[in-house]
C-alpha cells in the first residue's frame, strides 16, 4: 500500500495531467465546433450567392423585357401581329403580281374596319374579294359598292 507522502507527490502531477488533458479535449471540442459553424456559414454563403445570381439574372431579363415593350409601343410595332398595311399589300398583290394604289386602299379601309369591329370575318372576306375583282370606276380609287355605302 502507498504512502500519503507518495499519494501527496503523485496529487500535483495529477492534477496537472488532467488539467492539460482538458485543456487539449478543449481545444479540440472547439475545433470541431468552429468547423461544423465554418461549414454551415460557407453553405448558407453558397445559397445566398445563387440566390443572388438568379436575382441578378431575373432582374436583367425583366429589364430587357421593358425596354422591348418600350421599343416597340414606340415604333407601334409587334411582331406577334402584322400590320394593316402588310396584310393589305399581301392580299393585292396576290392574284395578278402587280399592286394597285386602288386596291391597297381599299383592302387598307376595309382591314382597320374589321380590326376596329365595324365588320364581321365574313363581310370582310366577302368585301375583300369584290374590291379585288372589281375595277375602279373612274380611276379615284373606290368600287362601286364603296361608293353605295358611303352616299347611304
Same mark, same amino acid.
Not at 436583367?60 to 416597340?72: F, H, N, Q, R, T
Given at each position: 500500500?502507498?504512502?500519503?507522502?507518495?499519494?501527496? /507527490?503523485?496529487?500535483?502531477?495529477?492534477? @496537472? !495531467?488532467? +488539467?492539460?488533458?482538458?485543456?487539449?479535449?478543449? %481545444?479540440? &471540442? =472547439?475545433?470541431?465546433?468552429?468547423?461544423?459553424?465554418? /461549414?454551415?456559414?460557407?453553405?448558407?454563403? @453558397? !445559397?445566398? +450567392?445563387?440566390?443572388?445570381?438568379?436575382?441578378? %439574372?431575373? &432582374? =436583367?431579363?425583366?429589364?430587357?423585357?421593358?425596354?422591348?415593350?418600350?421599343?416597340?409601343?414606340?415604333?407601334?410595332?409587334?411582331?406577334?401581329?402584322?400590320?394593316?398595311?402588310?396584310?393589305?399589300?399581301?392580299?393585292?398583290?396576290?392574284?395578278?403580281?402587280?399592286?394597285?394604289?386602288?386596291?391597297?386602299?381599299?383592302v387598307e379601309r376595309l382591314?382597320?374596319?374589321?380590326?376596329?369591329?365595324?365588320?364581321?370575318?365574313?363581310?370582310?372576306?366577302?368585301?375583300?374579294?369584290?374590291?379585288l375583282d372589281e375595277p375602279?370606276?373612274?380611276?379615284?380609287?373606290?368600287?362601286?359598292?364603296?361608293?353605295?355605302r358611303e352616299l347611304n
Amino acid at each position: 500500500m502507498p504512502s500519503t507522502t507518495d499519494r501527496a /507527490l503523485s496529487t500535483p502531477a495529477k492534477i @496537472l !495531467l488532467y +488539467g492539460l488533458l482538458g485543456v487539449v479535449s478543449l %481545444i479540440v &471540442v =472547439l475545433t470541431v465546433v468552429s468547423f461544423v459553424f465554418e /461549414l454551415l456559414w460557407g453553405l448558407i454563403g @453558397l !445559397l445566398f +450567392g445563387i440566390v443572388a445570381l438568379a436575382a441578378t %439574372i431575373g &432582374v =436583367l431579363a425583366a429589364i430587357g423585357y421593358a425596354v422591348y415593350w418600350l421599343a416597340s409601343s414606340i415604333t407601334g410595332q409587334d411582331e406577334a401581329t402584322p400590320s394593316t398595311t402588310d396584310v393589305s399589300e399581301t392580299r393585292a398583290t396576290d392574284t395578278a403580281g402587280v399592286t394597285s394604289a386602288d386596291e391597297t386602299d381599299s383592302v387598307e379601309r376595309l382591314s382597320e374596319r374589321y380590326a376596329n369591329g365595324e365588320i364581321t370575318e365574313t363581310e370582310l372576306e366577302r368585301r375583300l374579294e369584290q374590291a379585288l375583282d372589281e375595277p375602279a370606276l373612274d380611276g379615284s380609287g373606290a368600287t362601286e359598292y364603296e361608293r353605295d355605302r358611303e352616299l347611304n
